[in-house]
Nanobody
Framework: QVQVVESGGGLVQPGGSLGISCAAS????????IAWYRQAPGKERELVAR???????NYADPVKGRFTISRDNAKNTVFLQMNSLKPEDTAVYYC??????????????WGQGTQVTVSS
């Protein structure tokens, strides 16, 4: 069984910084792309950033230049460093990992989400 768990969310003032992380565990053979999504109240879930196994990244336009995604393949962990945070960044942030596990094909696994609130 494989699970993905996010951590590090919280309350931060506008203009502040926050880092969140996502760790995958279980019977993992390999992890391909890992992405961060977010969902604000009343809105659809949207892609924030994605990183390939090789480290190539892409970002949604609203977060370019402010957010940085990185990963540690040895620890099956991905990080999202968020700087210059704005109130509109407030959302539940979800991790989604493309994982190859023993006995199955590739699966997209979602975490349970972590709340990020940007408010004064």
């Amino acid at each position: 069984q494989v699970q993905v768990v996010e951590s590090g969310g919280g309350l931060v003032q506008p203009g502040g910084s926050l880092g969140i992380s996502c760790a995958a565990s279980g019977t993992i053979i390999m992890i391909n792309d890992i992405a961060w999504y977010r969902q604000a109240p009343g809105k659809e879930r949207e892609l924030v950033a994605r990183i390939t196994r090789g480290g190539s990244t892409n970002y949604a336009d609203p977060v370019k230049g402010r957010f940085t995604i990185s990963r540690d393949n040895a620890k099956n962990t991905v990080f999202l460093q968020m700087n210059s945070l704005k109130p509109e960044d407030t959302a539940v942030y979800y991790c989604n990992a493309h994982i190859l596990t023993y006995g199955t094909n590739w699966l997209f696994i979602w975490g349970q989400g972590t709340q990020v609130t940007v408010s004064s």
